[in-house]
């Protein structure tokens, strides 16, 4: 392989990790929205059973995908934690 493909390849790499960080701002933009909405109406941070089944939706599109259903969820199960997070704070009023 020359350093042209090597290159080539890392280019896309690096595309690709900048729209999944634009991705994730946009989704942690609407997340924190949530946050404040569930505050205002008294609602709990966490919904497990939501949890669930997005874990169980994500698998399931991993699994269509070819990628390692345990590793899109422990990807989700990370972003959840945050978000839920957020959502204690919006909570909290900080």
Known sequence: ???????????????????????????????????????????????????????ERLRSLARSANLDPDFSEKFLRFIIEEVIRHHQTARDGE
């Open 1 to 55: 392989m020359d350093d042209a493909t090597l290159a080539s390849y890392r280019e896309s790499i690096d595309n690709i990790d900048a729209a999944l960080v634009f991705m994730l701002a946009e989704r942690f933009k609407i997340t924190k929205a949530v946050g404040r909405y569930k505050a205002e109406a008294g609602l709990p941070p966490a919904d497990p059973a939501r949890e669930a089944a997005q874990i």
